[in-house]
């Protein structure tokens, strides 16, 4: 099956630092990543979808100079959480559309960002 | 734009036994996802609907999607430990490529 991986898993910061997160498909190509945010006993959000080599779409209220995201390449998108606060600590997750359908979307296993 | 809301948000149930657990859409679903995610991982995808009255089924694992389009169920048959997790429904919403979700619903399997 696909294989969406992210890193680090945990990540804990200083407040006003900035943190980065990879999400990379490991066997297939991925035009379209999503990045995902999921606040304790809630449901996921979507932050932004993010096309290989072009600027990333953010959703409504989502601040685009805060959350920065690169998706440099078929297999690989970053993001960038810069000038983090503690209300920025939450788990964030991405996925990776294998085809058209979103049958074949792939979720990576998530990224727990904790900032002090 | 679409909501889902799922029903119920937790349920605890005794393994063996069977449950069902609801999502309604406030708009007609085109597509409905249902997802497993185990706390502090991401989701595995379960099952898909598309058609009203579809259902489809794997394992101990029934889905179904209402004629109508809104509403759809997850059903468990005789629940085992392995099935706790959170279950989230996602809606393709049209016009806007991408799926939105619904909150979850938290299950947990007393021995």
């Known amino acids: 099956g696909a294989v969406v991986s992210q890193h680090p898993s945990r990540v804990i910061c200083k407040s006003g630092t900035s943190v980065k997160i990879e999400c990379r498909s490991l066997d297939f190509q991925a035009t379209t990543m999503f990045w995902y945010r999921q606040f304790p006993k809630q449901s996921l959000m979507l932050m932004a979808t993010s096309n290989e ?14 959350f920065l995201i690169n998706h440099a390449s078929l297999t690989l998108s970053t993001l960038t959480v810069t000038s983090a606060h503690p209300e920025d600590s939450s788990f964030y997750i991405c996925s990776a559309l294998r085809g058209l359908s979103y049958n074949e979307q792939f979720f990576g296993p998530g990224t727990r960002l904790t900032v002090l | 734009s679409q909501e889902l809301e799922q029903s119920p948000q937790s349920l605890i149930v005794q393994e063996g036994k069977n449950l ?8 007609t679903l085109y597509g409905l996802y249902w997802y497993k995610q185990k706390y502090g991982e991401g989701l595995i995808f379960l099952m898909m609907l598309q058609k009203g009255g579809e259902e489809k089924s794997h394992e101990k694992i029934t889905a179904k999607l209402d004629e109508k389009k809104q509403q759809s169920s997850l ?4 629940s085992q430990p392995s099935h706790a997790g959170i279950y989230l429904c996602g809606a ?3 016009g806007a490529q991408k799926l939105v979700f619904g909150q979850g619903t938290r299950l947990t399997i007393n021995p």
């Open chain 2, 92 to 94: 393709d919403e049209r």
């Open chain 2, 75 to 78: 059903h468990i048959t005789a």
């Open chain 2, 20 to 27: 069902t657990i609801n999502c309604t859409s406030s708009k």
């Open chain 1, 53 to 66: 080599g072009s600027k990333a779409t953010y959703e409504q209220g989502v601040e685009k100079d805060k």
